[in-house]
T-cell receptor
Framework: EAQVTQNPRYLITVTGKKLTVTCSQNMNHEYMSWYRQDPGLGLRQIYYSMNVEVTDKGDVPEGYKVSRKEKRNFPLILESPSPNQTSLYFC????????????FGPGTRLLVL | DAKTTQPTSMDCAEGRAANLPCNHSTISGNEYVYWYRQIHSQGPQYIIHGLKNNETNEMASLIITEDRKSSTLILPHATLRDTAVYYCIVRPYLRQLTFGSGTQLTVLP
């Protein structure tokens, strides 16, 4: 089944403790992206990647890192999480670019204490 | 990029057509109209997109006015599972998508 998977789905952590949220797609898509969703602010793009080893900042990149060493994986790294990064995170992928149909993962709900 | 205006919320009776409007009066010639929906806290789901012509797929129809300043997403026979937030997005092809606040559609039994 074609899908985007994220792990973990739920995470509670403390300020400053490094964490990684994994994202994987099995559709051989070139484009992958991370969004965060907060009440009243909608979905905002954090980072995106047009292909392996090519990443770019989205609208709200501060406090996040990403890497794209393989086409299928696009992990989101929070080196030193803070409470304002408490949010619902979505990974998405599409065949070639943002304009193509984007397939979203199920979401990761993060709480930073 | 063009801004979009959508009603905050709408209701629709189950089995009826749901018509969701979107105003994008500042749209430029190379910008597409996309529709996505998000069922409570799930990942957004692509519905349909178009440039000038009306489009139809297995989920919905997209009607774009001749001047392209507005569009309507039509769900022909709404079901309870169609209750979701519907996002109208206008972007040039291959540019990043920006999700606004959308329209909360509630399908009533």
């Amino acid at each position: 089944e074609a899908q985007v998977t994220q792990n973990p789905r739920y995470l509670i952590t403390v300020t400053g403790k490094k964490l990684t949220v994994t994202c994987s797609q099995n559709m051989n898509h070139e484009y992958m992206s991370w969004y965060r969703q907060d009440p009243g602010l909608g979905l905002r793009q954090i980072y995106y990647s047009m292909n392996v080893e090519v990443t770019d900042k989205g609208d709200v990149p501060e406090g996040y890192k990403v890497s794209r060493k393989e086409k299928r994986n696009f992990p989101l790294i929070l080196e030193s999480p803070s409470p304002n990064q408490t949010s619902l995170y979505f990974c998405a992928s599409s065949l070639q670019g943002a304009g193509e149909t984007q397939y979203f993962g199920p979401g990761t709900r993060l709480l930073v204490l | 990029d063009a801004k979009t205006t959508q009603p905050t919320s709408m209701d629709c009776a189950e089995g009826r057509a749901a018509n969701l409007p979107c105003n994008h009066s500042t749209i430029s010639g190379n910008e597409y109209v996309y529709w996505y929906r998000q069922i409570h806290s799930q990942g957004p789901q692509y519905i349909i997109h178009g440039l000038k012509n009306n489009e139809t797929n297995e989920m919905a129809s997209l009607i774009i006015t001749e001047d392209r300043k507005s569009s309507t997403l039509i769900l022909p026979h709404a079901t309870l599972r169609d209750t979701a937030v519907y996002y109208c997005i206008v972007r040039p092809y291959l540019r990043q998508l920006t999700f606004g606040s959308g329209t909360q559609l509630t399908v009533l039994p």
